[in-house]
């Protein structure tokens, strides 16, 4: 976890949206832009861009669910990786998550929203257990799983957290269909914003008087 440790400001809707193969360019552009510091936190170990570009496109979107944050620019700012555990058994009952928020998103609780949504998206394929990896040194990633109630462990230079999820139900599943509609609701105005101001600078620079004198 790569979120600031500050208090994050009253609660407000953020909308999230799952990310799929066709965000692998914004998902490495994302990732690529984290300091080596930020990238210590976030993988355990200072990647490389190699490393960050293996990691990219290795994602298993038909398995895994991989969440993002776009700003008005359509940057990705946040984004979590909900990696689902073989169990051996025909179905995971555990799944790992990890999470990015480059600087100018942080403090604004994005970290803990990402997590609370993992949560719900795990829950409803039958989820048991979240797992959280990381460095004793990630103050920000052990605080969100503390408060959602999971148990910490501690070996050395590592921490795990462990959080027991309660079962599917008719609200879970209620509620991640809200806010998968909302999040794609909130992307695709997003989208219009962006080509309509990139068709007004176009009529702009084709617009009497617009260019310097003497072009």
């Not at 990015?100 to 609370?116: A, K, Q």
Request: proline share 5%; net charge neutral; aromatic share 6%.
């Amino acid at each position: 976890m790569t979120e600031s440790t500050e208090s994050p400001q009253p609660f407000r809707w953020l909308p999230i949206r799952s990310l799929g193969p066709r965000h692998r360019s914004r998902i490495a552009a994302h990732l690529l832009q984290l300091s080596p510091d930020d990238r210590y936190l976030r993988f355990g170990y200072i990647a490389s861009d190699e490393h960050i570009g293996r990691y990219v496109d290795q994602i298993d979107f038909d398995h895994d669910e991989v969440f993002g944050v776009f700003n008005h620019r359509l940057e990705l700012v946040a984004m979590a990786h909900l990696a689902y555990l073989d169990s051996g058994k025909g179905r995971p009952s555990s799944a790992e998550f990890g999470v990015s928020v480059l600087p100018r998103g942080r403090g604004r609780g994005m970290g803990s929203r990402l997590f609370e949504r993992a949560c719900l998206h795990a829950r409803n394929r039958g989820i048991d257990h979240l797992v959280v990896h990381a460095l004793s040194e990630n103050v920000a990633m052990l605080k969100i799983a503390r408060q959602a109630g999971a148990t910490l462990g501690r070996d050395g230079a590592d921490a795990t957290a462990i959080l027991k999820l309660p079962p599917e139900d008719l609200g879970s599943h209620w509620s991640q269909l809200v806010e998968t509609q909302a999040g794609e609701i909130d992307y695709g105005l997003k989208l219009q914003a962006a080509r309509l101001d990139r068709l007004m600078r176009q009529m702009r620079d084709f617009m009497p008087g617009s260019r310097p004198a003497g072009e």
